[in-house]
């Protein structure tokens, strides 16, 4: 039986070997305050929500995600959008990216 069968996606909670688990996505700005908020169950990719995510904002310059968000698929959606994407790779990954994963965040001068 899938999860949405069981209403896992529906409730953002699903069963794992620890028990029940959930996972909160968010998406902030440069200060850290975030502008979107996703629950969903512990067992589903973060790559499968992120552009439901992404997409509830307008573009943005750049794009810093962990690397649970690396798949060739967001990179280009974001490339798309004019987002650079400065997500570190996985270590499995075969094709990097010519850019750089490291940003130097400063603080906002305002």
């Not at 997409?55 to 974001?78: I, N, T």
């Not at 790779?89 to 850019?99: A, E, F, T, W």
């Amino acid at each position: 039986m899938q999860a949405a069968e069981k209403g896992g996606l529906a409730h953002g909670i699903c069963r794992t070997k620890g028990g029940r688990n959930t996972k909160v996505h968010a998406v902030c700005d440069a200060r850290g305050r975030p502008h979107v908020l996703l629950l969903t169950p512990g067992n589903v990719h973060d790559c499968k929500v992120a552009k439901a995510c992404i997409a509830a904002l307008p573009p943005s310059a750049e794009l810093v995600a962990d690397k649970g968000y690396d798949s060739q698929a967001l990179r280009e959606w974001l490339d798309e959008r004019g987002t650079q994407a400065v997500i570190p790779p996985r270590r499995n990954r075969h094709r990097l990216s010519g850019r750089s994963h490291l940003v130097v965040m400063s603080p906002d001068p305002r």
